[in-house]
């Protein structure tokens, strides 16, 4: 790469042709802000950090910032969980995500069964991005909610398997930012 004009073609860059991971643009950008606030702490009397230093700081920073994102829950012991039908006249809505990373692409599916376990609408949808997994998971979530509602669906159970999800649908846990949009648009 011979020149970036503008700091978002280097983050771009490193995704898109180094494919850099989202963990190590993270870094990236979180050295770049921390060069830029150590250079204007200068700029008005402080001392400069050595780059040692400024390295733990943002390393750390960024690690503070990631936990307090993201909820961690004490481990569990799981239990199998199975299938059950919805109680009449409940419609359920499964749905999943799905990454393909070599492609830089993603998929959703959703299936709705009526009471008694017969599936009666179903959809699935490639999506062009480079998505997470659970960005994916939220984008199903959010699909399964405006494909239930488009097919005149009111009174759906939504499953999913990604406990994020659920918890941020059901209001006990803020989301993480990454899909914040994806459970309003959700739960609007």
Not at 121 to 134: E, Q
Not at 146 to 174: H, K, P, Q, Y
Request: neutral net charge; charged residues 25%.
């Amino acid at each position: 790469m011979d020149k970036c004009p503008e700091f978002i073609d280097l983050v771009w860059y490193a995704r898109n042709v180094k494919q850099w991971t989202e963990e190590d643009i993270g870094l990236m950008v979180m050295t770049a802000w921390g060069i830029w606030t150590n250079r204007n702490e200068v700029r008005h009397g402080k001392n400069r950090k050595p780059a040692a230093v400024l390295a733990k700081w943002t390393k750390s920073y960024l690690e503070d910032y990631l936990m307090a994102n993201h909820s961690t829950r004490p481990y569990k012991e799981s239990t199998e969980v199975t299938w059950q039908l919805p109680k009449p006249p409940w419609f359920k809505a499964n749905m999943d995500g799905a990454v393909f990373s070599q492609q830089k692409e993603a998929g959703v599916g959703v299936v709705i069964r009526d009471h008694f376990g017969a599936v009666v609408a179903a959809v699935s949808r490639k999506l062009k991005a480079p998505l997470g997994a659970l960005e994916v998971e939220a984008k199903a979530m959010e699909e399964a909610v405006n494909f239930a509602w488009d097919m005149g669906i009111r009174e759906c159970i939504f499953e999913s398997d990604s406990l994020t999800v659920v918890n941020a649908m059901l209001r006990l846990t803020d989301p993480p930012s990454t899909i914040a949009n994806n459970i309003a648009g959700s739960l609007s």
